[in-house]
């Protein structure tokens, strides 16, 4: 029989970073993830460990901070895995996304940078001209007053850099097991003593453990927890297009020039990649994309930019992904982080609304959860 001092439920960015959060506490964590490295939503994701400048726009200022602090993380930690990825957004006029209102935000993340200690670690946002962009992106032109540039970061490849976040919390003494689903928690006086596992061969194994943390994404509400906590039920994804990208910066377009929902566009191998689109799933269990859905997401791209040829493209890849909602009726997408002590003693739920803050959400989770460890191995 297996033993641990906590299985992690989950091989996503938030396990994969809680593994690494249990092991520098001092314990001795124990993946379980029931498909490969990254096969939930991290996997499928876009890839962009955001900076937090949308935040600004209604003034979110904790999120803006909390975004850039998860952007130094990572690149303190996995700076082989992340980069600086240009990202442009035509502006226009009479539109929140004006000159003006980017000019704003500007000066409002300098004054930021100055007062929160946090040191600018990419360039500083810029203006480009109406007619730089316009040569540049076949954009709808009326109106259009210039374009917004900035700089996120992007992984390239999220499964290494999964590995390699694994890897590091196996060398403070973490283990992983793939293609291994969790199941019933085993409870005795109100306290978790250990969970029933599945192999992908079929055999059932007990694993011996007095703490399991749920880092399960949207499968979490598979085990107890309060009423109110999110339940799987937005589908969201990303498509990689037979149609190359001009540049090699992404281009955030929306459906009407300067309002809206913003989406991606960006080259990959050759061809454009696209996200991310969200609709409704109440009650899914799996990421199921229709060709409804494609062909949604598709006239949404073609309105945001005319004349490139997208509602002709052929589709190379789809790549879905599930995300909770607040409350669970699939309107709603989770813009909160929680952790939560749903249960039996021993059990926690941390479950992140982004890629981005996984890792400062599980180091919270840590020092939450498990203070007096997180003290002896300090
Ligand atoms: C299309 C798309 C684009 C996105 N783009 C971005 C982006 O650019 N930037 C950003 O910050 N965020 C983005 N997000 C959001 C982000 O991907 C998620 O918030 C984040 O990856 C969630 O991580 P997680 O580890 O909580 O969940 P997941 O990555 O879903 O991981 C949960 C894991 O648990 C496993 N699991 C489930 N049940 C069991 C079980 N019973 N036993 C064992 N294992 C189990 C699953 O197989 C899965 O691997 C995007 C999401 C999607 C879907």
């Not at 850039?68 to 009479?94: K, S, T």
């Not at 109110?228 to 994804?237: H, K, V």
């Not at 229709?290 to 790549?319: N, S």
Request: aromatic share 6%.
């Amino acid at each position: 029989m297996h033993q641990s001092d906590v299985v992690i439920v989950g091989a996503g960015m938030q396990g994969a970073t809680m593994a690494l959060a249990a092991a520098r506490a001092g314990l001795r964590p124990l993946v379980v993830e029931r498909g490969k490295v990254g096969s939930g939503a991290t996997g499928n994701s876009y890839g962009i460990i955001h900076g937090g400048l949308r935040y600004l726009q209604s003034l979110s200022v904790g999120r803006w901070r909390r975004s850039r602090q998860a952007q130094a993380w990572f690149l303190d930690n996995y700076p082989d895995h992340v980069r600086p990825l240009a990202c442009a957004m035509p502006l226009y006029r009479h539109t929140l996304r004006s000159p003006m209102a980017f000019r704003a935000a500007s000066a409002i993340e300098s004054c930021l940078y100055r007062g929160t200690g946090l040191s600018r670690r990419l360039p500083r946002l810029q203006l480009l001209g109406a007619e730089e962009i316009a040569r540049a992106y076949p954009l709808p032109r009326r109106d259009l007053a210039g374009a917004a540039l900035w700089h996120d970061l992007v992984a390239d490849d999220m499964e290494t850099l999964l590995r390699k976040i694994l890897a590091d919390a196996g060398a403070s003494g973490a283990a992983l097991m793939e293609d291994t689903e969790a199941g019933e928690l085993i409870v005795a006086d109100n306290r978790v003593v250990g969970l029933n596992v599945t192999h992908a061969d079929g055999s059932m194994e007990e694993i011996a453990t007095p703490r399991v943390a749920i880092c399960a994404g949207s499968w979490s509400s598979r085990w107890p927890q309060e009423p109110q906590a999110a339940t799987a039920a937005t589908l969201a994804f990303n498509l990689v297009l037979e149609i190359p990208f001009p540049g090699d910066a992404a281009l955030a377009v929306s459906e009407t020039p300067g309002k809206g929902r913003s989406y991606f566009l960006r080259p990959l191998e050759g061809g454009t990649f696209a996200g991310t689109y969200y609709r409704p799933a109440p009650g899914a269990r799996e990421p199921n994309v229709t060709p409804a859905d494609i062909a949604a997401f598709l006239e949404v791209l073609d309105r945001a930019l005319p004349g490139y040829g997208i509602a002709e493209a052929g589709v190379r890849a789809v790549m879905p992904g599930l995300l909770p909602d607040t409350d669970g009726t699939g309107r709603t997408l989770s813009a909160a982080d929680t952790i939560s002590t749903p249960g039996p003693a021993g059990l926690s739920q941390v479950l992140g609304s982004k890629l981005t803050t996984a890792p400062l959400l599980s180091m919270d989770a840590a020092r939450r959860l498990w203070p007096q460890e997180a003290r002896r191995a300090a």
